[in-house]
């Protein structure tokens, strides 16, 4: 695990990582009935051991939007040695919003924000095009025509940015720290540094 959130409420919010069976990743290059790894957001409330709220993953994101360059890879190494299946998704990173969560995929090379009140996907930022996707305006690496490369540790700030490691991962470019604003009305995240 990457991260453990502990809530103002007493609760504990925790990723869990199960084995999904029966996925076809014949699209991605991998075999059409297959386990992933899938990774279950799940809200705990420790005095009674139970989960108040969970948000799966593969219910939500599909298999598809694992960024091409990590396809290789995933097949090549084959089912995870925890015992899970392919790691298509490969979280890293969970943030408490005050509405929900932003959870940070290395595989799919995006950041989504996710609304705990209707486990909608507010918003991505980076990765495949989804209509929940940000126009990102202002970064130099988008504007050239790349992209996030395994990015880490994305935050929510006080003053509502959003921050996080671009590790640029065998995209021939060196690793960055970046910063956005997010507008949810106008779709965009503008690099503030």
Same mark, same amino acid.
């Given at each position: 695990?990457?991260?453990?959130?502990?809530?103002?409420?007493?609760?504990?919010?925790?990723?869990?990582?199960?084995?999904?069976?029966?996925?076809?990743?014949?699209?991605?290059?991998?075999?059409?009935?297959?386990?992933?790894?899938?990774?279950?957001?799940?809200?705990?409330?420790?005095?009674?051991?139970?989960?108040?709220?969970?948000?799966?993953?593969?219910?939500?994101?599909?298999?598809?939007?694992?960024?091409?360059?990590?396809?290789?890879?995933?097949?090549?190494?084959?089912?995870?040695?925890?015992?899970?299946?392919?790691?298509?998704?490969?979280?890293?990173?969970?943030?408490? *919003?005050? @509405?929900? #969560?932003?959870?940070?995929?290395?595989?799919?090379? /995006?950041?989504? =924000?996710?609304?705990? !009140?209707?486990?909608?996907?507010?918003?991505?930022?980076?990765?495949?095009?989804?209509?929940?996707?940000?126009?990102?305006?202002?970064?130099?690496?988008?504007?050239?025509?790349?992209?996030?490369?395994?990015?880490?540790?994305?935050?929510?700030?006080?003053?509502? *940015?959003? @921050?996080? #490691?671009?590790?640029?991962?065998?995209?021939?470019? /060196?690793?960055? =720290?970046?910063?956005? !604003?997010?507008?949810?009305?106008?779709?965009?995240?503008?690099?503030?540094?």
């Amino acid at each position: 695990p990457h991260d453990v959130l502990l809530l103002p409420n007493g609760h504990l919010v925790l990723v869990t990582i199960q084995a999904r069976a029966g996925v076809d990743l014949t699209a991605i290059g991998g075999p059409a009935d297959a386990s992933v790894c899938d990774h279950v957001i799940q809200e705990i409330d420790p005095r009674s051991a139970t989960a108040v709220w969970t948000w799966d993953t593969a219910d939500h994101i599909p298999v598809t939007e694992m960024d091409p360059q990590w396809f290789p890879s995933m097949i090549a190494e084959g089912p995870s040695a925890a015992g899970c299946g392919y790691e298509v998704y490969h979280w890293n990173a969970i943030e408490p *919003t005050g @509405t929900g #969560f932003i959870v940070s995929f290395r595989h799919l090379d /995006a950041i989504y =924000a996710i609304d705990r !009140a209707t486990g909608a996907v507010s918003w991505k930022l980076g990765g495949s095009t989804r209509p929940e996707s940000l126009r990102i305006l202002g970064d130099p690496v988008f504007t050239d025509g790349s992209h996030f490369g395994g990015q880490h540790d994305s935050r929510l700030e006080p003053d509502g *940015t959003v @921050t996080l #490691f671009d590790d640029g991962t065998d995209l021939g470019r /060196a690793p960055r =720290a970046v910063r956005y !604003a997010i507008d949810p009305v106008a779709r965009t995240a503008t690099l503030v540094d």
